[in-house]
């Protein structure tokens, strides 16, 4: 059975900090790979996506950027947080376009003071 | 690209009674619509979801019913109980590209 794992739970992090979100899927081989960011209580916004190690395509920066080192695991980071990053960030697989559903990690909590 | 709106953000039914919420889109390349389910501090859990190639699709209490016609489709529970309280969001997948695009979720309340 496929397994994805969202580290860290939860942050907080100063404005101006760097930041690092990872995302680890096992289970299944060459998964496409997503990160999205839920605003307290708001929308989800796609904001990077991955078909293949070493590719990521960004949908929305927002001053964010997004690595895929591994063919398993998905990386969020920043060199300098906003106040505006605070928020649940979503790491997500699938089997690849149009095969089926999204499968969501349990997410990570970004509070930024 | 793609747009997925979510017509109520909030909805409140009475244990037993059905509660439907509605979404549009606009793409019409896009060919798959899933439900995720998100409960309070936690993550988005998949639901049911419907392909382009049907119009109707039932999972136990949860139908879901696609109108290509209208670019909608709704999500209807029936027998409502309390533990379905929680957001729905609705999606759209445009397969020719790599993006899910997300309504903006409906509150649920069921009262006891």
């Known amino acids: 059975a496929q397994t994805i794992h969202q580290w860290p739970v939860a942050e907080i992090k100063a404005v101006g900090s760097p930041l690092s979100l990872g995302c680890t899927i096992k289970?299944?081989?060459?998964?496409?790979l997503y990160w999205y960011w839920q605003a307290t209580g708001g929308t989800l916004q796609q904001l990077f996506y991955?078909?293949?190690?070493?590719?990521v395509e960004s949908v929305v920066q927002l001053n964010l950027s997004a690595s895929r080192p591994k063919d398993d695991q998905f990386i969020l980071s920043t060199e300098k947080l906003l106040l505006s990053h605070s928020g649940f960030y979503l790491c997500?697989?699938?089997?690849?376009?149009?095969?089926?559903?999204?499968?969501f990690g349990e997410g990570s909590k970004l509070t930024v003071l | 690209g793609e747009k997925v709106e979510q017509h109520e953000s909030t909805l409140s039914v009475r244990e037993g009674d059905s509660a439907v919420i509605n979404c549009t889109y606009t793409d019409t390349a896009s060919s798959y619509f899933p439900w995720y389910k998100q409960e309070a501090g936690k993550s988005l859990h998949f639901v049911i979801d419907i392909r382009s190639n049907v119009d109707r699709k039932q999972s136990q209490r949860l139908i879901v019913l696609l109108d290509k016609k209208a670019k909608r489709f709704s999500l209807h529970i029936t027998a409502t109980q309390p533990e379905d309280s929680a957001i729905y969001f609705c999606a759209g997948e445009n397969t020719g590209y790599q993006n899910f695009y997300f309504g903006k979720g409906t509150s649920l309340t069921v009262i006891p």
């Open positions: 289970g299944k081989s060459s998964p496409n």
């Open positions: 991955s078909i293949t190690v070493g590719q």
């Open positions: 997500a697989w699938s089997q690849g376009a149009g095969t089926g559903q999204l499968y």
